[in-house]
């Protein structure tokens, strides 16, 4: 006489509790957030990838400067950048961005592949440094 004892239905996944409907809502919110913060961040730093692009095609040490003073002038105020040449410009570099060797700028003719190297360091460094 014995019958089997009747379960109750599973509880449905819809609509969701509060509380989780709260969480997922929040969770989604800060994701746009963050999203949006590292989009406004690659976006600010799009002057620095033009510079390293234009930096592989810098055959001598003017050409070198010349990308080198774009990039400044994108980073920082005109008025401080837009005069500085010679040893100047080369101390400006080099305070802009601590551990830079860039003295060789006004000696070298052709672009070494050492003087490469600490222009693109710049590039990707000069306000972080």
Do not use: M
Not at 34 to 56: C, D, N
Not at 94 to 121: F, P, T, W, Y
């Amino acid at each position: 006489n014995l019958r089997e004892l009747s379960l109750p239905e599973a509880p449905l996944w819809w609509p969701l509790a509060p509380g989780l409907s709260f969480l997922l809502v929040l969770l989604a919110w800060i994701g746009l957030c963050l999203g949006f913060r590292f989009y406004q961040k690659y976006k600010s730093r799009a002057y620095r990838r033009a510079g390293l692009a234009l930096l592989s095609e810098a055959r001598t040490a003017h050409e070198l400067s010349v990308v080198l003073k774009r990039v400044a002038l994108a980073a920082y105020e005109r008025e401080q950048v837009a005069s500085l040449y010679g040893e100047d410009w080369i101390t400006f570099l080099e305070k802009s961005c601590l551990g830079v060797q860039l003295s060789a700028l006004s000696s070298e003719d052709n672009v070494s592949v050492a003087l490469r190297e600490q222009a693109s360091i710049w590039i990707r460094n000069h306000r972080e440094c």
